[in-house]
């Protein structure tokens, strides 16, 4: 023990780390909400393999909502003591299956996913939202903002033909109020197709925002397939 400690001190020191650690860890500037297109993650190299649920619906899924910062960097896996839970969100399940619908192989039910975007994601965002508020949020999100429709709306259908990248942007910038981030992947001839949408969300976790940055991940042409799903 220094000269200039006490049993007393001490005795806080933990709760001082723990809070300080806490603090840091939730500290972002914006959330990414992410929806992919499960056409495209089927239609790629690695194929996919349904869930143990059956085929998902033809309509984009949730693939996270990720805490993230103003200059790109984002924290991630926050809270190791915070483990994903399936018994906190029983009552979200049946809409995370239909809405949150896992694609990697082998199939499953979805909870590796979940567990996944929970644990790497959601515990960088608990001073906001705690585990069921997380799933909860994200499924109000995606039924907000209906990207399937807004594109369908525009003319923009998932029909396997190539649609410039520009008119899904402004279909979706109209649709929303705000510009989203665009991902593509290939398909198995070295097509690029729409994969991902990026849409920001303010630190509440309840309003859409302008994004600050956008992923690095982008296309490499101008004119994108919508494959059919």
């Given at each position: 023990m220094t000269r200039n400690s006490s049993p007393r001190?001490?005795?806080?020191?933990?709760?001082?780390?723990?809070?300080?650690?806490?603090?840091?860890?939730?500290?972002f500037d914006f959330f990414y909400f992410v929806q992919q297109w499960p056409g495209?993650?089927?239609?790629?190299?690695?194929?996919c393999c349904y869930p143990t649920s059956g085929k998902p619906a033809s309509d984009f899924?949730?693939?996270?909502?990720?805490?993230?910062?103003?200059?790109?960097?984002?924290?991630?896996?926050?809270?190791?003591?915070?483990?994903?839970?399936?018994?906190?969100?029983?009552?979200?399940?049946?809409?995370?299956?239909?809405?949150?619908?896992?694609?990697?192989?082998?199939?499953?039910?979805?909870?590796?996913?979940?567990?996944?975007?929970?644990?790497?994601?959601?515990t960088c965002s608990e001073s906001i939202l705690d585990q069921h508020?997380?799933?909860?949020?994200?499924?109000?999100?995606?039924?907000?903002?209906?990207?399937?429709?807004?594109?369908e709306d525009a003319g923009i259908h998932p029909d396997g033909e190539l649609y410039s990248l520009n008119s899904i942007r402004s279909a979706i910038s109209d649709g929303i109020g705000y510009t989203p981030g665009i991902e593509c992947n290939v398909d198995e001839s070295g097509n690029s197709q729409l994969f991902q949408v990026y849409l920001c969300?303010?630190?509440?976790?309840?309003?859409?925002?302008?994004?600050?940055?956008?992923?690095r991940s982008k296309c490499s042409s101008s004119s994108i397939e919508f494959p059919s799903f």
């Open positions: 001190s001490l005795l806080f020191l933990p709760l001082l780390l723990s809070t300080l650690c806490t603090i840091t860890a939730q500290s495209s993650y089927c239609d790629s190299r690695r194929s899924g949730i693939h996270g909502l990720w805490p993230n910062n103003n200059d790109g960097s984002y924290p991630s896996n926050c809270d190791p003591d915070s483990p994903y839970d399936p018994s906190q969100i029983k009552d979200l399940l049946s809409s995370m299956k239909a809405n949150w619908p896992t694609l990697a192989c082998p199939s499953s039910d979805g909870s590796e996913f979940w567990s996944h975007e929970w644990e790497k994601h959601g508020s997380y799933f909860e949020t994200s499924l109000q999100l995606k039924k907000q903002t209906n990207l399937l429709q807004i594109l969300v303010d630190t509440s976790a309840t309003n859409l925002t302008d994004c600050p940055v956008y992923p």
